[in-house]
């Protein structure tokens, strides 16, 4: 099917926008990027942790334990709670997770009627923009734990890819785009994961695994 909107969205409790929440506001999010990426744009906010299915999360914020929520729009818009947004944040700030909003169907390798009937569901230009920024992801070493967010969008065939790579605190981060067609979505994906390695994207990336705990495993192609 065809993605669903890729953005990430603040709600908040008295309906402030971000701008407008005030100095030590308490935003609860478990996503990395999405704290490095809300720091990076108000230092002055406090990351809580909040955890939990959408709907309990809604509840933590209702009962006041946070001023405010960052979710994934697609989420809240397919549980029908897209009332509660309060500002769909564009993606010039808060550049989503590789394929935030994008439904995937897994069918075992060799089922090839189960294959075929999931080949009908696939919204081409969807796939094409999913496929360039997983293959980012791989290529520069990334995963779940780092700071992380790429966007693709088509027009026509031609393909446009942003990607960002941050630090925990976000005060340090690197972001840099390139063009290509859709029908080498995958190749303009490594490519920018490439760029991005030469331009201090993985000095970015061992900080951050350092500060985490984690093992530094060289990105491929390093």
Known sequence: ?????????????????????????????????????????????????????????????????????????????????????????????????????????????????????????THVPSAMAVDSERALLKAIGGDCRVPIGAFATLDGGALHLEAEVLTPDGKRALRMAKDGFGSMADRVGEDLAQELLEAGAYDLLRETRALLGTSDESPAGE
């Not at 971000?18 to 490095?36: C, M, N, Q, Y």
């Open 1 to 121: 099917t065809e993605r669903a909107d890729p953005r990430d969205a603040l709600v908040s409790r008295a309906g402030q926008t971000l701008a407008e929440l005030r100095p030590g506001a308490k935003v609860g999010t478990s996503s990395l990027r999405r704290r490095a990426q809300l720091l990076r744009q108000r230092a002055d906010l406090e990351i809580v942790v909040v955890r939990g299915n959408v709907e309990t999360r809604l509840r933590k914020l209702d009962e006041g334990q946070v001023d405010a929520l960052l979710l994934a729009c697609a989420g809240l818009d397919r549980l029908k709670l897209g009332y509660r947004i309060t500002e769909r944040l564009d993606t010039a700030r808060f550049l989503p997770s590789p394929g935030q909003g994008a439904l995937g169907v897994v069918v075992r390798d060799k089922d090839l009627g189960t294959k075929s009937l999931a080949m009908g569901l």
